[in-house]
């Protein structure tokens, strides 16, 4: 059981540029989490999603913000026109049904250069 | 009021002391309670589930006082690898399950 798998673990990009980040949930868990971490601060949630399906994107910004969670693949966090602020790890989790406890990803660590 | 609040510390205490961390939450409907432990630059990974009766695992007791809307968490006999962030974590009700995660408090244990 390989666990929840984000990759990349570190990326680095230039402001302006695209930022997509991966995760895929445990096996038998079809919820997924996005959690952002900025440094010496907690974990703020920002997306969850089922299977084609966003159900809660309170904690999204409004803009350059987008996630998906398609039938086969990944889920995706694509972050647009990235800006120094948006420097952060990126934590991902998935249950098997909602309100379960999570099970984390290592995390991606972005850094907007 | 936040949904989840903890003392963010540090708590820093000697090696083999008792330490305690409380967490309060607002929302009495909340189901499902846990505590999470995050290593420095770590994910988050599941300590314990927090039950009505209270339940012990080892050297860590948690219990959930639902009158006063409060969770704890007790470590005894602490050891250097108990260093980390404890998460406090609280399944509130709205629509769906939502699990909230509170800022997290910070032990420090020192030899």
């Given at each position: 059981n390989a666990g929840v798998m984000q990759n990349p673990r570190h990326l680095v990009r230039r402001r302006g540029q695209e930022a997509r980040l991966r995760c895929s949930p445990m096996k038998g868990h079809s919820h997924v989490y996005w959690y952002r971490q900025l440094p010496e601060e907690g974990l703020k949630f920002m997306v969850y999603l089922q299977k084609e399906n966003i159900?809660?994107?309170?904690?999204?910004?409004?803009?350059r913000f987008s996630a998906e969670f398609p039938k086969e693949g990944p889920s995706i966090l694509r972050i647009q026109q990235v800006v120094r602020g948006d420097s952060a790890a990126y934590f991902c989790a998935s249950s098997p049904s909602e309100g379960d406890g999570y099970t984390f990803g290592s995390g991606t660590r972005l850094t907007v250069v | 009021r936040k949904e989840v609040e903890q003392d963010p510390g540090p708590f820093n205490v000697p090696e083999g002391a008792t330490v305690a961390f409380n967490c309060t939450y607002s929302n009495s409907a909340s189901q499902s309670f846990f505590w999470y432990r995050q290593d420095c630059r770590k994910e988050p990974k599941l300590l314990m589930s927090v039950y009505s009766s209270g339940n012990e695992d080892g050297r860590f007791t948690a219990q959930l006082n639902r009158a006063s809307q409060y969770i704890s968490l007790l470590i005894r006999?602490?050891?250097?690898?108990?260093?980390a962030t404890y998460l406090c974590v609280v399944n509130t009700s709205g629509g769906y399950q939502k699990v909230t995660f509170g800022i997290g408090t910070k032990l420090q244990v020192i030899p």
């Open positions: 159900i809660d994107e309170s904690g999204m910004p409004k803009e | 006999d602490s050891k250097l690898s108990d260093s």
